[in-house]
């Protein structure tokens, strides 16, 4: 059975520009959700999705955004790109949105220049 | 709001002794609680989770961790360290029965195992 899957591995962008990261979720998992992950604030949530639907959020700014599709894949948008931006973004799937056994991918390390 | 706290953010054993990594969380009502470890440039791997049953828990790679309501903590432990234990410890809290998969994370323990 194939893991959670997240493309690109590594992504460089610029200031200002925007990026699309995509999570693909074990087969069968109906719950994603994504986290960054910096050295200096560590690891936080950034929203969880549901049957395409928005379950939860956390304190990040509107330029954070995510969609989740019929097919449970999901993706996450970052728009006007800041310096403090550049971070690990890792997505993780369950089977159901209050099952506690979440599965990470390996993340997508992200670069604002 | 739910947090919680890894002391030490490095913690640094011989090969064969005795491995702790501290975790207290904050909230009155007992979480959920978790341990990952992530190895560089990989994502999380769940070691081991506290769901209310029972108090000691054991997980993979020789790992276990003990609940003590009394003292909010969910220590991990492995009787006997080997290099490939070398990566960084993550202790995580989810609020039971809200239906949301919010994690809350500690800002994790590096630990480095030395020959």
Known sequence: ?113 | AQSVTQLGSHVSVSEGALVLLRCNYSSSVPPYLFWYVQYPNQGLQLLLKYTSAATLVKGINGFEAEFKKSETSFHLTKPSAHMRDAAEYFCAALEPNTGFQKLVFGTGTRLLVSP
């Not at chain 1, 962008?13 to 990261?21: C, F, N």
């Not at chain 1, 790109?81 to 799937?93: F, M, N, T």
């Open chain 1, 1 to 113: 059975k194939a893991g959670v899957t997240q493309t690109p591995r590594y992504l460089i962008k610029t200031r200002g520009q925007q990026v699309t990261l995509s999570c693909s979720p074990i087969s069968g998992h109906r719950s994603v959700s994504w986290y960054q992950q910096t050295p200096g604030q560590g690891l936080q949530f950034l929203f969880e999705y549901f049957s395409e639907t928005q379950r939860n959020k956390g304190n990040f700014p509107g330029r954070f955004s995510g969609r989740q599709f019929s097919n449970s894949r999901s993706e996450m948008n970052v728009s006007t790109l800041e310096l403090g931006d550049s971070a690990l973004y890792l997505c993780a799937s369950s089977w159901g949105s209050g099952n506690e056994k979440l599965f990470f991918g390996s993340g997508t390390q992200l670069s604002v220049l």
